[in-house]
């Protein structure tokens, strides 16, 4: 099992001047750790590429900086599902400078973006056949392509496990992944061991954090179903603490968390990590 944290946990913006972070993660006993990339996040992928390796520590990234709204591969307007296209694969080729394992998200169109229908058959096949690009960028990278299910108050697209597993069926390609939310899937799941082993054969990660996007413990997550079934499907999986510092100004708020649940990412991490770690007490068999 690889335990890992996202940079919003200590930061609003990755830069070169952040790289001591992975110094940090390392200290805390971190496996891997996720970047957010986008638009308005500029640094060094080698500097960080060096420090990382150099700890012995995985990274991922996802799209959490600036991601322009007409770049979103459920667009009904093929333009914009070309131009998403081509968005992510720039983000899947820093990856692959970064020597990060996967980019991960919502990467089936773009949080925020409601349109309160179901894609149509068209809208559907065209963004299967986007995901299989990626997939095949990613693949030529050395990157998982990681899909995201998130609630319906953020997309429209992939709410649930199942919706997830089944867009995966349709684009059609082996480098493609599942990662699950536990925060999300508090309004989308009843059966979490259920929505876990739906995913077995795909399953990539967890973002591990709970129900008011605080420290995982306490809250409105099953963590007992979560842990029976990572451990009934003996997978290595990643899992990694997230939520947004909500020390830094208004950035915890620009992110719709207007309730001061991590005041301290370096607490946060160690409450965090030894929860998960208490309760995960039988090593687990990587799936390859």
Same mark, same amino acid.
């Given at each position: 099992m690889k335990y890992g944290a996202h940079c919003y946990?200590?930061?609003?913006?990755?830069?070169?001047? #952040?790289?001591?972070?992975?110094?940090?993660? /390392?200290?805390?006993?971190?496996?891997?750790?996720?970047?957010?990339? *986008?638009d308005d996040v500029q640094f060094s992928a080698w500097a960080t590429r060096q420090r990382a390796e150099a700890l012995g520590?995985?990274?991922?990234?996802?799209?959490?900086? $600036?991601?322009?709204?007409?770049?979103?591969?459920?667009?009904?307007?093929?333009?914009?599902t070309a131009r998403g296209l081509a968005w992510h694969k720039k983000q899947i080729d820093l990856a692959g400078e970064l020597g990060a394992t996967?980019?991960?998200?919502?990467?089936?169109? &773009?949080?925020?973006?409601? &349109?309160?229908?179901?894609?149509?058959?068209?809208? *559907?096949? %065209?963004?299967?056949?986007?995901l299989h690009q990626l997939a095949e960028h990613g693949e030529r990278n050395g990157v998982k392509v990681v899909i995201e299910p998130m609630s319906h108050f953020r997309t429209h697209v992939v709410n649930t496990p199942e #919706?997830? =597993?089944?867009?995966?069926?349709? !684009?059609? &390609?082996?480098?493609?992944?599942v990662l699950l939310d536990t925060y999300h899937m508090v309004t989308e799941v009843r059966d979490y061991h259920l929505a876990f082993r739906t995913c077995r054969d795909k399953l990539w990660g967890v973002h !591990?954090?709970?129900s008011d996007r605080g420290v995982p413990g306490g809250g409105l997550v099953p963590w007992t179903a979560v842990f029976s079934a990572l451990e009934e499907m003996s997978f290595d999986a990643s899992l990694i603490l997230?939520?947004?510092?909500?020390a830094l100004g208004d950035f915890a708020?620009?992110?719709? =968390?207007?309730?001061?649940?991590?005041?301290?990412g370096y607490a946060f991490v160690r409450q965090g990590l030894?929860?998960? $770690?208490? %309760?995960? /007490?039988?090593?687990?068999?990587?799936?390859?």
């Open positions: 946990l200590f930061t609003d913006c990755w830069s070169d001047d #952040q790289l001591g972070l992975l110094d940090a993660a /390392k200290e805390l006993g971190l496996d891997c750790f996720e970047i957010a990339v *986008g520590l995985e990274l991922t990234i996802s799209p959490g900086g $600036q991601w322009p709204l007409d770049c979103d591969l459920s667009a009904g307007d093929p333009a914009i996967a980019y991960t998200g919502a990467l089936y169109g &773009h949080p925020g973006v409601l &349109h309160f229908r179901p894609l149509t058959t068209e809208e *559907g096949g %065209r963004l299967a056949d986007a #919706q997830a =597993m089944r867009l995966i069926s349709a !684009a059609d &390609h082996s480098n493609l992944r !591990a954090c709970e997230e939520s947004y510092n909500s708020c620009r992110r719709g =968390m207007l309730h001061n649940v991590c005041p301290d030894a929860f998960l $770690q208490g %309760r995960l /007490k039988r090593p687990c068999v990587s799936a390859g």
